[in-house]
């Protein structure tokens, strides 16, 4: 399969522990995108790479969050001290480059913070 | 910024029939892309139709085809000829460069 792969595709934690989500995206692609989702409503951008650079964080992305891209392939988003609040569907995109290039969406890792 | 509102929270159809999903947006940008997402239930989301800004023909692929009014700042898809597995939640969006999601459609189709 040599679409967008994410892992876990599910996560259950407490609250106040570490989480890592991995995404690793479409093979050449440069772009990296992740987006949240909380149930029953649409993504909502938190953060994209193109290649390795970091080039902008939505505000929805605390300083609990980080991502990166350490060698413009695989990704990884963090969430410290996690919260109730931060339950929702993570999901990643990748496109080949430019700005309207498609983006390709992975399976999402779902977590729930109880 | 960027706002897309879908005020439709569910529509159902008949299989067979055809049902019209409706979609506006806000933006200052003069160049920028439109797209229609399906997201099954538990699945992934996958691109329905996308449509450049600049073209004024109305994209069309097999059985979904959108209505754009630039104007207006509407993006509405037509499904045709519903079929079960249509039955999902179909997502407007908005693209610069980020995606900008409305809050999407659950579309059910009844055998």
């Known amino acids: 399969d040599t679409g967008v792969s994410q892992d876990p595709r599910h996560k259950i934690t407490k609250r106040g522990q570490n989480v890592t989500f991995r995404c690793d995206p479409i093979?050449?692609?440069?772009?990296l995108y992740w987006y949240r989702q909380t149930l029953g409503q649409g993504p909502e951008f938190l953060t994209y790479f193109q290649n390795e650079a970091q080039l902008e964080k939505s505000r929805l992305l605390s300083d609990r969050f980080s991502a990166e891209r350490p060698k413009g392939s695989f990704s990884t988003l963090e969430i410290q001290r996690t919260e109730q609040g931060d339950s929702a569907m993570y999901l990643c995109a990748s496109s080949v480059g430019l700005d309207f290039d498609e983006q390709f969406f992975g399976p999402g890792t779902r977590l729930t913070v109880l | 910024a960027q706002t897309v509102t879908q005020s439709q929270p569910e529509m159902s159809v008949q299989e067979a029939e055809t049902v019209t999903l409706s979609c506006t947006y806000d933006?200052?940008?003069?160049?920028?892309?439109l797209f229609w997402y399906k997201q099954p239930p538990s699945r992934q989301m996958i691109l329905v139709i996308r449509q450049e800004a600049y073209k004024q023909q109305n994209a069309t692929e097999n059985r979904f085809s959108v209505n754009f009014q630039k104007a207006a700042k509407s993006f509405s898809l037509k499904i045709s000829d519903s079929q079960l597995g249509d039955t999902a939640m179909y997502f407007c969006?908005?693209?610069?460069?980020?995606?900008?999601f409305g809050a999407g459609t659950t579309v059910t189709v009844r055998a």
């Open positions: 093979s050449e692609h440069n772009r």
């Open positions: 969006a908005f693209q610069v460069y980020k995606l900008s």
């Open positions: 933006t200052s940008e003069n160049n920028y892309y």
